[in-house]
């Protein structure tokens, strides 16, 4: 029975598409919405709220600039394009999710499948207006506290994933390694190094000319061998699964999508035909139950060799170009073969070349079979992503209902955190990608998803020693570890570089913390909490904490502050209360000092962990072990910052099952 819910209210305009966003069942509220304005213009329905000079604007998750998003246009349009800088206006996710926190306090989430723009204090300065179009459902919910709030939020939305705890490790990747010998060489490097490590990744040269669910015969010519060797070794394999099917004749994923219907298709009925790594490929309806219970059957084939876990890539989905949109462009540029161009004619050339890639009319042109009835792509484009994880997922529960299985992807939209985590994509080896990376993780956990990670050192370009450590120390604290970068950059993996001892002590470090790490990131999902917290959330009363952006809590004991530039020996440090300073260059190796509320410029080598302790609290800490499942969780260390005794929350589990439960949860005194 639908319960009432005084600080939830809902409000349904047109008809909304089902997007299992929410799962709370909220019945609609009598009335206009509160706090906003509402009118309407040619996309639909606009609602405009007064921003004062006080009040700050959080979430919107995957998004470019800060933690307060006022002063940009946003929008809600997934979207595969590398160039990631702060003028971009969508990335790879639609996180529709935002909280205004001033005099007022509320959080907004617009539940649309399509495009949706908040023009948060750009156009008119002091005004909020988003922009939902026609079909949508808008909640307003209401609290005491921008914490409150988003609690309320993440408890309609459902339980955050919880992957394997072996995804707490460090995972190598790198699009280009092709065959058996450069994964092994990879296990044989971190070993030879002592360089703990759980997981590596397989990019999609491991498959047959990119088709999902095959295996390079004559690169691995025995897979599940090679999976039970690397996992005697305590390595993981992680394959990706890419979401386009290559269109092909005797390929059977292909002939039995098309036979059972299983693919989007054009306006004829036809599958609709787009590039991407494989060449024509053809698009899996996932807003089709039965495409999606097909498609997420096929993971059997890896299971079955042993594999644990997956990535999900190209789900927005990535079109390079369409079949027609291609064949009409060589047309185009074929008409003007020897003539004398203008620069209009020679640039309309080009313009047309880069219109190919992610083309919105191409987003118009194919159509899904949803529970609903047919309904175009460019209604629902927001969900495709989502859709492919949660195929996968709902499969991983049949396969082995006891069992968490690893998964992460690239696209997403909020009620897909409930099936898997998800990496930021292709980031570049910079170093304000490093410091975006930091101040996305609340506005991530704000939406739902905790287990999140960015390509450590970069993926685009090359990366750079100092810039790798950097990004490595704030990585030891980040659930999702991952080092990975594209074919042709400077290579990355730790043992390329001459500083092997630094590399080694984060890497260490990083272990040390996954007791910490697990536990706050599993209690977060249990209490629908966030596990990274800015500054300004949990001191409301402290401006100067409030327009800190640079430094995060994790978990409820920890603040961290890492180092985003290059050529700096430390930083500032604002402390919003008195604190501990612990310097860590292993367990056995740190100092300790209790420093005064106020700034402080803090020296951080790049072999070292430095976080402040809260007072009253304490983190567990494990000796480093080669992988998460030789840590001894048996004999734990503990930092603290209490005069006296002090407790802390633990949870743990087997790391495995699904039996994940407050109950696991027990109070250590230390
Ligand atoms: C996409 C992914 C990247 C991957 C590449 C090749 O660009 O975002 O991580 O390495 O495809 O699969």
Redesign the pocket.
Known sequence: MAQKRENIHKYLFGHPFRTDSVVADIPVSAGEAPYLLRSQDETGEVFRYALSEEDRVYGLGEQVRGIDKRGWVYASWNM?D?EIHENRQSLYASHNFLVVDGKEKFGVFVDSPGKVVYDIDYTTRGEMAIFCGRDFGLYIIEGESVLDVIRTFRKMIGRSYIPPKFAFGFAQ?R?GYMNETDVREVADEYGKCGFPVDMIVL??DYMENYKDFTINGERFPDFPAFVREMKARGIRLIP?I?AAVKAEDGYSVYEEGCKGGYFCKDKDGKPFIVGV?PGDSALPDFLSPEARAWFGEKYRVLLDCGIEGF?N??NEP?LFYSKDSLARTIRGIAEKEGKNLSLTEFWSITGSVARLANNADDYASFYHETEGGKVSHKEVHNLYGYNMVRAASEYFGKYDKDKRTLIYS?SSHIGMHRYGGI?T??NASRWDHLLLNLKMLPSLNMCGFLYVGA?IGG?GQDTTEDLLLRWTALGAFVPLMRN?C??GSRRQEYYRFGNRQAFKNLLDMRYSLVPYLYSEFVKSALRDELMYTPLGFLYPDDERAKETEDQMFVGGSIMIAPVYRQNTRGRNVYLPEDMKMVRMRSVSDYTEEILPKGDHYVEMGFGEVVFFVAKGKAIPLAKPAKNVAALDEEHLLWIKYADGKTTYELYDDDGFTTDVREENIRTVTV
């Open positions: 595969d590398p990747s699009w990019d999609i990706i890419d790594w990535w890539d190209m990535s690239r990496w994509g292709d390509d993926f990975h594209t074919f």
